[in-house]
């Protein structure tokens, strides 16, 4: 038998009270307690990140930021707090969280720490809390913790942004971070100010869940930032000379190769020039390898001063040492001798010894497409040692090699007796 059929103002009070008994769980205290609780974990995982790789110290500071801004989110949202605080201790406690994750990515980015500037927006809060017009709910206590927080976030969107090379992690870290820092502080104070009164008693709610967002989210983003910059640490030193700081021979083949085949999709030239220092194995025998050493390092950081940054540096092996640009061989013999020059004046005196010290260079050029380098540094290996055979402290180019060769050929042609022509020779054979 089927059961009578609830009338239709019935249903819509049955789901109405159905509806209103789920919100009942999600009410402002219970969402506080669960975004304190996520957000002590998230500072405690963030520590125990920071333990288990003390060189990234940046996990410490922003572990310690979430478990000020998770006491802050406790002390503000109790009911009934243990300790009886003045209103002003929560909310700059939230502004010392800012300040210390600001410090945490100055850290991050290898820069100096601002304890002073971190604690100084809570300071100045503290301070101006005291004076007559910024009272508890006053719409200039309001604004002076938007002008703080704003601040903060501008501090750290531009730490963020002043990384010259930065990777997918790190780009999306310098978007998302200030944009979720601003809004949790910032769009609950304009809903307060701005909805009706039925949506603005309900701004503690909207204020803890953006809370809890932002921890997971910005969490989420840093670790990120420091898997980034642990991947990066690595790669750097798989590709790169632990002496010179240039890269090494199979990072530098592997950049050749991409600069070639991008020149070639252009149509553009790339030189190749070899650098081999003078003398090196007299250097190490007459004043130690330690002085060998330093006149590797000292050359190391004369090419990298004399070149562009665009342009691809590396270290051979032993004192020889190459760069690839894409430029034709008339910018790349004005960069030779840049090179040359800057060195012989800088290795006069090397670690308190007169060495005087010079390298020789050579350079080859390729204007069609480039598949393999041992070629091009076939060619310019051997302009190298043309110029060592020449004395040394000097630039030869394959150029040269092909225009002596040209100058060769032209003059054995001038001097080669003349012949006598066909019909001449075939009168006199008939003769």
């Not at 971190?118 to 200039?140: K, M, N, T, Y």
């Not at 194995?281 to 004399?306: P, Q, T």
Request: with cysteine.
């Amino acid at each position: 038998m089927r059961e009578p059929r609830m009338p239709r103002g019935a249903r819509l009070w049955a789901m109405a009270n159905s509806h209103q008994l789920q919100l009942s769980f999600l009410d402002g205290p219970t969402l506080a307690f669960v975004t304190v609780c996520i957000v002590a974990l998230l500072g405690l995982f963030l520590i125990l990140a920071w333990l288990q790789q003390r060189d990234m110290r940046a996990l410490a500071w922003w572990g310690a930021a979430y478990l000020i801004g998770a006491s802050s989110l406790a002390l503000w949202a109790a009911p009934q707090p243990w300790i009886q605080l003045p209103q002003e201790i929560p909310f700059a406690l939230i502004f010392v969280a800012c300040g210390m994750f600001w410090n945490g990515v100055r850290l991050f980015r290898r820069r100096r720490l601002l304890p002073v500037a971190a604690f100084a927006g809570a300071a100045a809060w503290l301070i101006l809390c005291q004076l007559p017009g910024f009272g508890a709910g006053s719409a200039e206590r309001s604004v002076l913790g938007v002008v703080v927080v704003a601040t903060y976030t501008f501090f750290i969107a531009f730490e963020l942004s002043r990384e010259r090379r930065k990777s997918l992690y790190s780009r999306t870290a310098a978007i998302i971070v200030p944009c979720l820092h601003a809004a949790i502080f910032l769009l609950p104070l304009a809903i307060r100010s701005l909805t009706p009164d039925i949506v603005a008693s309900r701004w503690v709610t909207i204020f803890t869940l953006e809370t809890m967002l932002y921890a997971v989210g910005t969490a989420f983003i840093v670790l990120l930032m420091v898997k980034d910059r642990t991947v990066d640490i690595y790669r750097h030193a798989a590709s790169t000379d632990f002496l010179t700081g240039l890269l090494n021979r199979r990072a530098f083949l592997e950049n050749a190769l991409m600069l070639c085949a991008r020149q070639a999709k252009s149509h553009k030239p790339v030189t190749l020039m070899m650098f081999d220092l003078d003398h090196f194995k007299s250097i190490n025998d007459r004043f130690g390898h330690n002085v060998g050493d330093e006149a590797l390092r000292l050359f190391a950081a004369v090419i990298r001063r004399s070149m562009r940054a665009t342009d691809i540096i590396g270290r051979l092996g032993g004192e020889e040492f190459a760069a690839f640009i894409d430029e034709p061989m008339p910018v790349a013999e004005v960069i030779a001798e840049r090179v040359r020059a800057n060195f012989e004046a800088a290795g006069v005196l090397i670690a308190g010894h007169e060495i005087g010290a010079t390298v020789s260079v050579g350079a080859a050029t390729a204007t069609d497409v480039v598949t393999n380098v041992d070629a091009l540094i076939a060619r310019a290996d051997a302009a190298l040692y043309r110029a060592k055979r020449a004395g040394r402290n000097r630039l030869r180019t394959s150029d040269d090699e092909l225009a002596h060769e040209r100058a060769r050929l032209i003059s054995a042609a001038r001097h080669r007796p003349p012949t006598k022509p066909m019909r001449v020779l075939q009168r006199e054979s008939a003769a």
